[in-house]
């Protein structure tokens, strides 16, 4: 018998690396599906994100008996009204701060060279250099392979920008459509998808559903009221203390602060820099203006706003930004928290289903050896 289960399992695992194997050989074959699968993902993952933003204001007007095609677009009006305010608002502000950080781009760069010439000639500096665990010669083959391949590196960086013009073209076109059919057809999902299920499960299968809805929606819609107050607050603080382009690194934290815990240190850092670049007063002040507004997030914001609905501990957070930005880089450590929150979710229903099947069953044999 022993020697039976492990010749099947000895087939099972011979399959499943010849599967691979033969899948290495013809990979040519699913480039196509796997380059258009990528030019969607990010329209309906913009899509979705969307979604869940707009959802529950259709749903509110769906109880009112506003009917459903209306329903969806009064949120359309809505949220293009209110990009054109922002736009009318602080576009020109915005337009010229980032033309003339653009115009000083290259005084910022020879003040940063000016900074670090001036590291390198400090005592403590010229120590470290003679540490054996320091090459300097291959710090000096690094730079000077750099400045080689920096040509080819810009004319790829052409090519990679003219890409990412086709790319949001095609996303500002689609991603209206694709939300379209989500708002209007999306609450029938759950209830289409259970009908795989046996009768009795399709209770639950609902409950699954829901559960994930909440989690994402809970996750998604608090992210972005934190960030944009996040924004808000380095903005204001910025600007008091007089540093330059204050509303364009203020939407820069904004964003970065959607990535957990690393995403604030990653949009403090251009701030610090342009302030260190005037002086280190100013570069201290900015940096104690971003821990204000992160203390400020991290303990009345966040836990308000999003609360503890993902129940996930700090170090599992880390881990996995460590983790999906090393396969995905920074779009990685983004997706990295809300796609556990769903894998997590599954898992723990699925577990559920498992435990009350089995005791159906238990009840079932119980009540059959009564009778």
Known sequence: MLKSKTHFWTLQILLVLLIFYVGTKVSFLFEPIIVFASTLFTPILIAGILFFIFSPLVKLLAKWKVPRTLAILIPYIVFIGVIAALIALIGPILSVQVTDLVKNFPK??????????????????????????????????????????????????????????????????????????????????????VQILPTTYRHEGLKIFQDLNETLSAYIQGQLIVSLSVGLGCFIGYSIIGLDYALVLGIVVAITNIIPYVGPFIGAAPAVVIALLESPTKALLAAIVVLIVQQIDGNFLSPLIIGKRLNTHPLTIILLLIGAGSFGGILGMILAVPTYAVLKAVTLNIVRLIKLRMKYNQERKANKAEI
């Open 108 to 193: 910022y760069i020879n003040g940063l060279n000016t900074f670090i010439v001036n590291v390198y000639q400090t005592p403590w500096f010229e120590w470290l250099m003679e540490q054996e665990y320091v090459k300097l010669e291959q710090i000096e083959q690094t730079l000077t392979d750099f400045a080689k391949s920096l040509p080819e590196n810009i004319t790829s960086s052409i090519s990679a920008v003219l890409g990412v013009v086709t790319n949001i073209t095609l996303t500002i076109i689609t991603v209206p459509f694709i939300l379209f059919y989500m708002l209007k057809d999306g609450h029938k999902l759950p209830s289409k998808a």
